[in-house]
């Protein structure tokens, strides 16, 4: 995946990476480039659906515990 930043105005490359929010003055064209995301991708995990497993195993014994009663 190609993450240049590039200047608006005169297209020299002033970065490579990813942001949320950039403020980079060119310095060969002296440009103030306002960069935003434009949409923001969290890689964060997904909690479970009820049925589903995620793999682990628990670290909780059930035994010792008390059956309800009933």
Known sequence: MNNDIRCGHCGRKLAEGRYIH????CPRCRAINHLK?????????????????????SDHSLAGRQASPG
């Open 37 to 57: 995301a434009e949409s923001l991708t969290l890689e964060r995990p997904r909690a479970p659906q009820p049925g589903e497993s995620d793999g682990r195993q």
């Open 22 to 25: 950039l403020t980079i003055k």
